[in-house]
């Protein structure tokens, strides 16, 4: 289910979306965008052909060890453009119990945060629980990377907080992994997040050439898989 929410008053006969979304984009030669989305279903379809055996076992593993769905969905911000943002619901594997925000409402994880369950720890310090987001990315809400996409319950407060936290997605889609995500990990509180916008600044700037973007996702990739081994997930 994808929406979209407005931000702006102005209609879309006053301001022709194709016109606004290119100039948006104008940075990102057409070879960037094209080749970015063609990686992204190649690397997305081959990484869900690869783990089709892992997918039950992981599925399997949550029920025995929790009650509730295997899935989690989450409503998360998605690309900017000149007239709306764009909404979506974003998967993961389960890794809390069901009712985590039933009396906080939308918080930040912590460390050692006594909401995660006991498998939920391993599949986030594996990143094994982001998985489902392959599925996200085939149809076409995310990116394999990009800017990490962001609560709506949080979004008002960092904008406000943060210069150039809104721009961070202008244009771009948010991703499973990116520079921010495998330079710092998860946030934790308003100032890991003030910390990531630089980073994410820094990848779209990279878009505006071919082969700095390409080494910038191959690098980006290595280090995602480095991160994964490793279990430094949080």
């Given at each position: 289910?994808?929406?979209?929410?407005?931000?702006?008053?102005?209609?879309?006969?006053?301001?022709?979306?194709?016109?606004?979304?290119?100039?948006?984009?104008?940075?990102?030669?057409?070879?960037?965008?094209?080749?970015?989305?063609?990686?992204?279903?190649?690397?997305?379809?081959?990484?869900?052909?690869?783990?089709?055996?892992?997918?039950?076992?992981?599925?399997?593993?949550?029920?025995?060890?929790?009650?509730?769905?295997?899935?989690?969905?989450?409503?998360r911000i998605g690309h900017a453009e000149a007239n709306f943002?764009?909404?979506?619901?974003?998967?993961?594997?389960?890794?809390?119990?069901?009712?985590?925000?039933?009396?906080?409402?939308?918080?930040?994880?912590?460390?050692?945060?006594?909401?995660?369950?006991?498998?939920?720890?391993?599949?986030?310090?594996?990143?094994?629980?982001?998985l489902p987001q392959l599925f996200n990315v085939l149809r076409?809400?995310?990116?394999?990377?990009?800017?990490?996409?962001?609560?709506?319950?949080?979004?008002?407060?960092?904008?406000?907080?943060?210069?150039?936290?809104?721009?961070?997605?202008?244009?771009?889609?948010?991703?499973?992994?990116?520079?921010?995500?495998?330079?710092?990990?998860?946030?934790?509180?308003?100032?890991?997040?003030?910390?990531?916008?630089?980073?994410?600044?820094?990848?779209?700037?990279?878009?505006?050439?071919?082969?700095?973007?390409?080494?910038?996702?191959?690098?980006?990739?290595?280090?995602?898989?480095?991160?994964?081994?490793c279990g430094r997930g949080q």
């Open positions: 289910m994808n929406m979209t929410i407005n931000t702006v008053t102005q209609t879309a006969d006053q301001q022709p979306h194709t016109a606004r979304h290119d100039d948006l984009n104008s940075y990102v030669p057409k070879t960037v965008l094209l080749a970015k989305r063609a990686m992204d279903i190649a690397v997305a379809a081959t990484g869900l052909l690869a783990c089709a055996f892992l997918l039950p076992l992981i599925a399997l593993a949550i029920k025995l060890d929790s009650p509730g769905p295997v899935i989690f969905r989450q409503l943002t764009h909404l979506f619901w974003m998967f993961k594997f389960r890794t809390m119990r069901v009712d985590a925000e039933a009396t906080s409402g939308a918080v930040w994880a912590t460390k050692g945060d006594p909401r995660v369950t006991a498998l939920g720890r391993f599949l986030r310090k594996t990143r094994l629980d982001e076409g809400d995310m990116s394999l990377i990009g800017p990490r996409p962001e609560r709506p319950g949080f979004y008002q407060k960092l904008e406000t907080a943060i210069p150039f936290f809104a721009e961070r997605t202008f244009g771009l889609k948010p991703g499973i992994t990116g520079l921010a995500q495998v330079n710092q990990g998860y946030d934790r509180d308003i100032e890991d997040v003030r910390s990531k916008v630089g980073y994410d600044h820094a990848y779209a700037l990279s878009l505006s050439n071919f082969m700095t973007w390409l080494g910038t996702d191959l690098r980006i990739m290595v280090q995602t898989v480095v991160v994964m081994v």
